[in-house]
């Protein structure tokens, strides 16, 4: 079995927690949840929840090219709503960053997110050597 390989990426913000980026374990990265922080200022980017929805994936794109990977590699997604009125708007965000074949997905209704944010995605990706 090979060790844990934390990830890292300048370009997405770093972690807020005791935690990293993502961790490669053989061919498989586990992204930790991006929410739609400016890796510039670590703040909240503003605007609607498309806007926040690409930064969301700008970061976790960041992240998987530091991985050697691309949104082709992601096998699995969850994306946390604290709004499920929202999810048609980020469902047609995710459109714009990912093609068939889509990767599995989850959407999950949760109360609050980490700094008040709309959305979080986290996700599961596969690197074949």
Do not use: C, W
Request: negative net charge.
């Amino acid at each position: 079995m090979t060790a844990n390989q934390p990830i890292h990426s300048d370009q997405a913000p770093d972690a807020i927690g005791p935690y990293s980026q993502a961790v490669r374990v053989d061919d498989t990265v586990y992204l930790s949840g991006q929410i739609p922080l400016d890796p510039a200022t670590m703040e909240l980017v503003s605007g609607d929840i498309e806007a926040q929805t690409r930064r969301v994936f700008d970061n976790l794109a960041a992240v998987m090219h530091s991985a050697g990977g691309t949104f082709g590699n992601i096998v699995k997604l969850t994306i946390y709503l604290v709004d499920l009125e929202q999810f048609a708007r980020v469902n047609a965000v995710m459109a714009e960053y990912f093609q068939a074949p889509f990767p599995s997905r989850a959407t999950v209704a949760v109360a609050a997110l980490p700094k008040g944010a709309p959305v979080e995605v986290e996700a599961i990706a596969h690197l074949p050597d």
